[in-house]
């Protein structure tokens, strides 16, 4: 099933904090470019501020704007060297998926998504062993308002993994 996906220019690893969304990135697309705007955020923070590690409590709305655009950035800039990208977020929601799927339109490229669902439980359990927790209280909400993926939203192909 997740095999199938290798055929899209694009593949979108989705699910909440915990899923095990960056070990299947690289267990099954390692030959990809991946793209995962956590690990930006992080990067960024230790570039610019002489490596201190990046916090829940560094979350700023306005550099979100700034860390979207370098993820468009580096995204198209793989696409147009024809390079497959496996690209690693959350996206839970219908509406937080759609730019990649605007993206695969806009340079022509196939689009296929893999969710992992998991078990509330899972998540904040497998969430402990991270090397950077994210908050509980976030891994609850955007549980809450999870929206599985659909073909209907624009991807070439869907898998669901629970």
């Excluded at 998540?123 to 549980?143: D, F, G, T, W």
Aim: proline content about 1%.
């Amino acid at each position: 099933m997740i095999e199938d996906l290798k055929k899209y220019d694009i593949v979108l690893i989705l699910g909440n904090y915990g899923a095990g969304k960056s070990f299947l990135a690289r267990e099954y697309f390692g030959d990809r470019k991946r793209v995962n705007r956590h690990e930006i955020r992080h990067h960024l923070k230790e570039m610019t501020e002489h490596g201190k590690k990046w916090t829940a409590d560094d979350w700023d709305e306005e550099l979100e704007g700034f860390i979207k655009r370098l993820e468009y950035d580096i995204i198209r800039f793989f696409l147009e060297r024809n390079e497959q990208v496996v690209i690693d977020n959350t996206s839970v929601t219908n509406k937080s998926r759609e730019r990649y799927i605007n993206y695969a339109r806009r340079f022509k490229k196939s689009i296929g998504c893999l969710f992992l669902k998991k078990d509330i439980s899972v998540l904040l359990s497998q969430n402990k062993m991270r090397e950077y927790a994210v908050p509980e209280h976030i891994i609850v909400r955007l549980h809450a308002k999870t929206e599985l993926p659909t073909i209907q939203e624009g991807f070439d192909k869907v898998v669901v993994v629970r």
